[in-house]
């Protein structure tokens, strides 16, 4: 499975950004599917999950919205209203082994896009 992130960058705080990631070697709609992120001296944490029926969990407080295209086997992940406290490392993750309730981690992560929201 392969995971390559892409869409972070430099915004004023009030912007929007969105991510993508292009999976390859995984069936995006086949399982469990996130967003996490990990900003400079904190744990990983959990964005947003999506299962393949669709149903989304979020983790933290924001206007998120994750998403796919099934077509181009890619998920995304619509940031609006970007406050500073949402700069981070932000990772696409898969979790093969789970198709209904998606966890709070994942055991495939990409190697992530940077995300700086100045104020």
């Known amino acids: 499975v392969k995971l390559v992130e892409s869409g972070g960058g430099s915004v004023q705080a009030g912007g929007s950004l969105r991510l993508s990631c292009a999976v390859s070697?995984?069936?995006?709609?086949?399982?469990?599917m996130g967003w996490f992120r990990q900003a400079p001296g904190k744990g990983r944490e959990k964005v947003a999950t999506?299962?393949?029926?669709?149903i989304r969990r979020y983790g933290v407080d924001g206007d998120f919205f994750i998403s796919r295209d099934n077509a181009k086997n890619t998920l995304y992940l619509r940031m609006r209203d970007l406050e500073p406290k949402d700069s981070a490392m932000y990772y696409c993750?898969?979790?093969?082994?789970?198709?209904?309730?998606?966890?709070?981690?994942?055991?495939?992560y990409g190697q992530g896009t940077q995300v700086t929201v100045s104020s």
């Open positions: 993750a898969a979790d093969p082994g789970r198709t209904t309730v998606c966890a709070d981690y994942a055991p495939i």
């Open positions: 070697g995984h069936t995006v709609s086949s399982s469990c």
């Open positions: 999506i299962n393949p029926d669709g």
